[in-house]
């Protein structure tokens, strides 16, 4: 079983900075791919970006494209978020997920991961 737990979430204004962590119990993890996604309320969770397994290739949403970035470090068990240039939308609970399969072209989508956190909030005042 493989347990994630995100950090560094809060109150940030406009404009600001928030890096998030994502630390995972578990032995093999850079064999797992890695990615962020986020719930605003009312609305569907949203893919922000993915780091893969091996390589470490990097795929984000069109909407934080240029300010945020994924990186992780698998001597740490863990993955960051990066959020740079905050504005309010970016609101919402942030989750970090894990997934061992090839998703492909599939990252974007939430049921293909196996494990997920518990959330972390992140708010932008404007």
């Known amino acids: 079983q493989v347990q994630l737990v995100e950090s560094g979430g809060g109150l940030v204004q406009a404009g600001g900075s928030v890096r998030l962590s994502c630390a995972a119990s578990?032995?093999?993890?850079?064999?797992?791919?890695m990615a962020w996604f986020r719930q605003a309320p009312g609305k569907e969770r949203e893919f922000i970006a993915t780091?893969?397994?091996?390589?470490?290739?990097?795929y984000y949403a069109d909407s934080v494209k240029g300010r945020f970035t994924i990186s992780r470090d698998n001597a740490k068990n863990t993955v960051y978020l990066q959020m740079n240039s905050l504005k309010p939308e970016d609101t919402a609970v942030y989750y970090c997920?894990?997934?061992?399969?090839?998703?492909?072209?599939?990252?974007?989508?939430?049921?293909?991961?196996?494990?997920w956190g518990q959330g972390t909030q992140v708010t932008v005042s404007g």
């Open positions: 997920a894990a997934s061992t399969r090839g998703l492909g072209s599939l990252y974007k989508v939430p049921r293909l991961y196996d494990y």
């Open positions: 780091i893969t397994k091996g390589a470490g290739y990097t």
């Open positions: 578990v032995r093999t993890f850079s064999s797992y791919n």
